[in-house]
Structures are given as structure tokens and as C-alpha cells.
């Protein structure tokens, strides 16, 4: 069995720095982690592994130091890193995601393709989606339990009020929240297998055979045209010192408005 | 391009009750297109829905496309997207939106790809531009930016809408409308995955979003026995419990009552913010609330440059004394 794993690497702060030309996200020189969601997908696709035998391939779209999350990715557990990285790449909308990561998934025989349900700088949950149609292949999003029978997978969707139990055969494309399981930290030796022993090989537009009219930007059907800072200033009144005092000229106010 | 005209809206019911979020949508859609001329269109999908047309068209609805067959009973990613995309395909909508639901999420990138169109994602603004083109507006970076995206070239235009943000319109009883049955070309083979239970779970039975009052705590809380107080407050007022990421992901709280970007967004009367220092993540869940109250032992918080009214303060003297003056403020009303 053949498990893709794609996976984000994401700033970790809340610094934002956004080029003014593109109007798009500045990685570069930004402290960068796996994106939360995806390392659930890792962590499932490598359990997997470890229950019923599976070849783990890590796959990431994004600029060179991207290479250290597939490293961490190779230290978990997956096996096999291959890291998407052309200047045409830069500033796809999630459309243009998918269709370059679906070029980079058909030179696979995979059985179950993850991905986290959201990354948690564009809160987008629509790559996985997007990937699979690309695919045509089925999809289940937010899946909080996976067990496989033969060639089938049971699967618990969550909802807003609960979860949905869903029968689906591979291949199939997962995308994994937090309530699926807790992602390990990598070994010692895991670690130093993931520098030593194992490889991230490089894959650029010209090897996946792509127009590069059809990725990045250019590729893109979305245009961010303007991007600002949210102002919900409000000229408030402060209250500070006794407490007694402070509450009693809180409820007075409110009482006045009719808030209470 | 021009052949694509109406703005349409994903009519999304569960067990034949329709989400609350496409009414706030329709009610989105309804303006939108009244500033373009152009009709505002609802697609029904499911099974025994039909009924549920009439009250779509009470709530804005110039057109209801209903799309009803045994196949669709339940939502499944690949048979509401087929017959959607189908219907798209025919009639060339310019605009669709959906809500940003676990359904809304997961069906509307599905239909983008088929349809080889944009999406811009959990929107918390629309409008249209002078040429006429849909602008999407949406926070990004946790927040920290609002992003305004259009999709110039490709049609239809389509959005998915954060639940709570819209508003609905009025309900008119009057408001007359087309239903057009629409014949779903759709078979078993169309649908991989198969649903065998749908389970209920039986949540604290909190409904942020549709309360009036809330009383939110934060990291200052400083634990599950802190938000105890934070419900004794919330019962004085007659609110509810809400929190900030930081108490959740704690684990004082269940997420079930989280505001701001990752948690749910949330307009009440009154929003009580305690020991919350007001993250820009946090206050783009709660910032639209009417009257917003911020207790805060920090008087640089930023949460109190977003409140109506502050105390400086810590919660665990301000709350108990705050508890006990509404009280004596209501016992004095009552006497």
C-alpha cells in the first residue's frame, strides 16, 4: 500500500509580512512549523504504516527551506520526501495548489492520499477537496477515525453536532483534523536517519511536466487586490482602582443604556 | 462572460430543515443582486425538500431550483456536487455562494475545481464593484489581515460564507417566486462513498451564536474552576459561556464554545470579556458585538481598546462584585 501524505509548512507567528508587488505572504525569514492539521495526516498515515505495512510519501509545494518539514515529516516515520519548489509555483490561489500537487500524486499508485483539513495561515480547507476532484477520486473531510477493511476504509466524519460513518473504497483522499489522533515527536534515530540516511528530492515545474501558465500566480482564478488591518476601535470607558466604585459605575452605564 | 448572469446560493437542509446560515446568505444574495439588476436564485437539493422552496422565496428568493431525488437524502460530497455542477453548467450563474458549514466546506471546492473556477473561502464581507465584480472579503493570517479577492476571469464567482456574519432579510410573507423542479441526473455509480450512520451527539446544548448575552474567558481564567465563576456571571445576566482559543485549547473548555476566527463568530447585545487580553484572532469573532465589556487586570490588554466599557481589575474580586450588584440592581427592579 502507497500512502501520499501532503503536507504545509506555515509560519508560527502571528508576524505577517506580505509583499507589496504580489500581495501575497512572504515566507522567507519567517520561523515555519508543519502546519498542525497535516501532521495529524502524518501521523495516521504512518500508524497505518506500522499496523498493516505501507510505503509513507511525504509531498510539500513551497520555497526551498521547506525542506526542513519534510525532514521532520522523514524523522516521524514516512519514508520517501519530495519537495515541489519552482519560482512558477509562487503565489498559486488553492486552485492552482491543487492542480500542481494533482500532476505530482498521478506519478504515484496510491491507495490513500492525506491531508490536513485546514492550514492555519489561509484557514482555507479547500486544497484536499480540490486535489481529489483533480483526481477523481472521493474525498472524506474532516475525518476524526480511519480503520481499513481489505480494500475499503470506514471512516468517522465529524460534524458540527456529531459524525457521519462512511464506507469508501481506495483510492481516497482523507483530510485529518486534531481529534484523529496525537502526533508523535520524532526519535533520536528517526532524526538522524531523516539527515543521514534519507533523501528530499527536489521536483521542479519542468519535471512534472507543467505549463507554467497553468500554476502560481498566473495559474490562479483568485487576485487578492487589496489586503489591510482590521480597525474595530471603539472610545471606550475605563474604569480602574476600587472595585466596589469600578462595578458600580459599570452597572450604572449599563443600566442608563438598557444593556441590563 | 456575459452569458453568466444571477446570483445563486447553496439552500443547504439537514433532515429537511434548512441551515440558518443560507437564509443569512439569502439575505446576502438578495442585496447583491439587487445592486446588479439580476436575480437571486436558491438550489434546493435533497430528498422529500420541496416544501422547504416556499419559505426560501419568504426570505429573498427570486428563483428555488429544486434538485429532489432518493440519491441526494443525505449529503454526500460527490452526488450534491455532480448535480450542482450539472445545473451550473446549464444555466451559467455568475455568482455562487455556500455556507462555510462541514458541508458548505467540503462541497463548494469540490464544484471550484469541477468547474475550473475560483473559491475564496469563509468570507465576512461581499460587494460588488464598479465592473460588476463580486469582491470577497475575508480575514487572513489568523486574522490579522483582511484580504479583499476578486476572480476576474473565470466564472461563476464563488464564495463560502462564515456562518453568523450575514444577516437575514425580514421575512415576507407575501414575496411571491419561481420553483423550478430541476430532473437530477444522477445514479448509484456517481456516489463512492456510502453513508451507513449519521450519530447525533448529545452536546452541552450551548448555542453561542444565537445568544444575546455572553460571557467569554480567556487565559486569565486560569483554569476549568475559573470558568465556574464565568457561568455564575453569565446566569446573572441571563447569557451564556463563551471562550477565547487560549482556554480551549487549554482544555478548560470545550471548543463548542470558542469565539473569534478559529471558534465561531458571534454578534450578541452584550459581550463580557474576562481575562481575555483580546487577540486580533479573537476580536474578529466578537468585534461586531453591540456593547462589548472587557475585565482585565492588564490596562494595556488590547481587548479594551474594542470595549464600550473596561475594568481594571482582577476577575476574581471584579466578577464576584459584579455578580452582586446586578443582583441588587435587579431585586430593586423587581421590588
Not at chain 2, 73 to 78: L, M, R
Amino acid at each position: 500500500m502507497n500512502i501520499l501524505v501532503f503536507i504545509k509548512q506555515v509560519p508560527d507567528t502571528n508576524e505577517v509580512k506580505i509583499d507589496p508587488v504580489t500581495k501575497t505572504l512572504i515566507r522567507e525569514g519567517v520561523p515555519s512549523i508543519i502546519n498542525p492539521d497535516d501532521k495529524n495526516a502524518l501521523e495516521e498515515a504512518i500508524r497505518i504504516k506500522e499496523e498493516y505495512g505501507a510505503k509513507v510519501i511525504v509531498i510539500t509545494m513551497g520555497p526551498p527551506q521547506a525542506e526542513t518539514a519534510l525532514r521532520e515529516a522523514l524523522a516521524m516515520g514516512a519514508d520517501e520526501a519530495y519537495l515541489l519548489t519552482d519560482r512558477v509555483f509562487a503565489g498559486a490561489d488553492t486552485y492552482a495548489t491543487a492542480k500542481t500537487l494533482s500532476k505530482m500524486a498521478k506519478k504515484f499508485d496510491y491507495d490513500i492520499i492525506f491531508c490536513g483539513r485546514q492550514a492555519i495561515d489561509g484557514d482555507t480547507a479547500q486544497v484536499g477537496p480540490q486535489l481529489a476532484e483533480q483526481l477523481n477520486i472521493p474525498q472524506v473531510t474532516y475525518v476524526k477515525e480511519v480503520k481499513i477493511e481489505g480494500d475499503t476504509l470506514i471512516v468517522k466524519r465529524a460534524l458540527e453536532d456529531g459524525y457521519e460513518v462512511i464506507k469508501v473504497k481506495m483510492p481516497v483522499l482523507l483530510t485529518a483534523i486534531k481529534e484523529l489522533n496525537t502526533p508523535r515527536y520524532p526519535s533520536i534515530k528517526g532524526i538522524f536517519e531523516a539527515y543521514r540516511e534519507k533523501e528530499v528530492k527536489i521536483v521542479t515545474a519542468a519535471d512534472l511536466g507543467v505549463d507554467p501558465q497553468e500554476v502560481g500566480l498566473k495559474g490562479s482564478p483568485t487576485k487578492v487586490i487589496s489586503t489591510t488591518t482590521p480597525e474595530t476601535q471603539r472610545a471606550g470607558e475605563i474604569f480602574t482602582g476600587n472595585v466596589k466604585e469600578c462595578v458600580q459605575n459599570l452597572v450604572q452605564r449599563l443600566v442608563e443604556k438598557h444593556v441590563i | 462572460m456575459n452569458e453568466y448572469k444571477d446570483i445563486w446560493v447553496f439552500a443547504e437542509q439537514r433532515e429537511q430543515r434548512l441551515m440558518n446560515v443560507s437564509l443569512e446568505i439569502l439575505g446576502e444574495a438578495r442585496k447583491l443582486a439587487d445592486k446588479k439588476g439580476v436575480k437571486a436564485c436558491a438550489v434546493l437539493v435533497g430528498y422529500g425538500v420541496k416544501g422547504l422552496a416556499d419559505e426560501l422565496i419568504k426570505y429573498g428568493a427570486d428563483v428555488v431550483y429544486v434538485i429532489d431525488n432518493p440519491l441526494l437524502k443525505n449529503y454526500t460530497t460527490e452526488g450534491y456536487a455532480k448535480v450542482i455542477a450539472d445545473l451550473a453548467n446549464e444555466i451559467k450563474p455568475e455568482v455562487i455562494l455556500y455556507g462555510a458549514t462541514y458541508i458548505g466546506r467540503d462541497l463548494a471546492p469540490r464544484i471550484a475545481s469541477r468547474l475550473h473556477t475560483g473559491l475564496t473561502a469563509d468570507c465576512t464581507g461581499l460587494d460588488i464593484d464598479e465592473n460588476g465584480l463580486l469582491l470577497q472579503i475575508r480575514p487572513a493570517f489568523g486574522g490579522n489581515l483582511i484580504a479583499t479577492i476578486i476572480c476576474p476571469e473565470r466564472r461563476p464567482q464563488m464564495a463560502t460564507v462564515r456562518p453568523g456574519v450575514m444577516k437575514k432579510a425580514p421575512k415576507d410573507g407575501k414575496r411571491e417566486g419561481e420553483i423550478i423542479e430541476i430532473q437530477a441526473n444522477i445514479k448509484e455509480g456517481d456516489i463512492r462513498t456510502q453513508i451507513f450512520d449519521i450519530i447525533k451527539e448529545a452536546k452541552s446544548k450551548v448555542n453561542i451564536e444565537e445568544a444575546d448575552i455572553i460571557v467569554s474567558g480567556g487565559r486569565g481564567v486560569g483554569g476549568a474552576e475559573g470558568f465556574k465563576l464565568i457561568q455564575q456571571l453569565a446566569d446573572a445576566l441571563g447569557g451564556v459561556v463563551g471562550a477565547s482559543r487560549a482556554a480551549v485549547d487549554a482544555g478548560w473548555i470545550s471548543s463548542d464554545h470558542q469565539v473569534g476566527q478559529t471558534g465561531k463568530t458571534v454578534r450578541p447585545k452584550l459581550y463580557v470579556a474576562c481575562g481575555i487580553s483580546g487577540a486580533i484572532q479573537h476580536i474578529a469573532g466578537m468585534g461586531n458585538a453591540k456593547t462589548i465589556i472587557a475585565i482585565n487586570k492588564n490596562p494595556d490588554a488590547p481587548i479594551f481598546k474594542v470595549a464600550d466599557y473596561g475594568i481594571v481589575g482582577d476577575l476574581f474580586k471584579v466578577i464576584p462584585a459584579l455578580i452582586e450588584e446586578i443582583k441588587r440592581i435587579k431585586n430593586n427592579e423587581l421590588a
